[in-house]
């Protein structure tokens, strides 16, 4: 990145004009009042607005050698939009922070505009305003705004004895990619790619909102499940048989000595859905069955076993 403009030498509101520029314009009837004032006003029908953040730090959730600034940019976005998904609701903007040094060049903190702005407009949201602050390294902070248009939203305390566990999306994949990352390969690229952008299913999660429970598989499915046990105070238990492992973990794990099915149960941030259904006749096409709810003690059961919460955790590693 050297030899480029850089964000010191033409200031913060260059640069957030800059930005701005990229971004897409928001509908103003979603969006009354966009970027350009003291705050955003973002039109919210019914009485609640469902709102989460997420952050991203250089070197813990992104390195600047694996991946792009678009690529950044959709893996911010994506991580928040899935958490307004979860919920039942429907994502109506962005805001974003940005901590970045001095020396970061203009046109990466534009291509990360980019890929924010890509992700979002996937499901027909916009980036409404935000903050640039000076910072030793780079961190992302966005802040996804939902709606529930009336509905209930969908929380994790909700899970019921006798519910069926659904899934939706991919597992495992960003882990996988993860550990080839580390290990200096750039292939299977496929498996790479899942770590550098998420893929959330967005729409199979809106087909979701008949759910008791649902979460977003952010930090490994048995950790993210032990979120919704713990929650609802039952007993959540996994079928290991119940998964079609894909071909390309299974190669992968093969050839560099891992475990695919480890990689599922534990891998985190490719931000699939999981949830818990009243009856199989209530789960939506494209989602999968792997378990069920009892009432034994809280927790997450893989094939009869009570398990640690495992994942991924800031603080333990």
């Given at each position: ?189 496929n498996l790479v ?122 603080f333990s590693h």
């Open positions: 990145m050297s030899g480029e403009q850089t964000i010191a030498e033409i200031g913060e509101f260059a640069l957030i004009e800059l930005i701005a520029s990229r971004l897409r314009t928001a509908d103003s009837n979603t969006v009354p009042v966009g970027i350009g004032d003291d705050s955003a006003v973002v039109r919210a029908r019914g009485n609640h607005v469902v709102a989460c953040l997420d952050m991203l730090s250089q070197g813990v959730h992104f390195r600047l050698d694996w991946s792009s600034a678009n690529d950044i940019g959709r893996k911010a976005a994506a991580a928040n939009l899935a958490d307004i998904y979860a919920m039942g609701a429907t994502p109506t903007a962005l805001l974003v922070g940005l901590s970045l040094p001095g020396s970061t060049p203009v046109n990466w903190v534009l291509e990360l505009a980019d890929g924010l702005s890509a992700e979002a407009e996937q499901v027909n949201v916009s980036v409404v305003g935000g903050d640039v602050v000076r910072g030793e390294a780079i961190t992302i902070s966005v802040t996804a705004l939902g709606e529930l248009e009336g509905r209930e939203p969908i929380v994790r305390s909700g899970a019921q004895v006798g519910d069926v566990v659904a899934f939706a999306g991919r597992l495992g994949f960003a882990q996988a990619g993860l550990l080839m990352l580390q290990r200096g390969f750039r292939s299977p690229r790619a899942a770590h550098r952008v998420p893929t959330p299913p967005y729409a199979l999660a809106q087909s979701g909102r008949n759910a008791h429970a649902m979460i977003d598989v952010s930090d490994g499915l048995i950790s993210d499940l032990g979120h919704i046990a713990k929650a609802s105070g039952v007993a959540i238990t996994i079928d290991t048989s119940s998964f079609e492992v894909p071909e390309e973990l299974t190669a992968t794990a093969s050839a560099f000595a891992g475990d695919a099915m480890e990689w599922i149960l534990t891998g985190g941030e490719d931000h699939a859905f999981v949830a818990t259904f009243g009856n199989a006749l209530e789960v939506p096409s494209g989602w999968h069955i792997i378990g069920h709810v009892t009432d034994q003690m809280a927790g997450v059961y893989v094939d009869g076993e009570l398990k640690s919460a495992g994942g991924w955790d800031h």
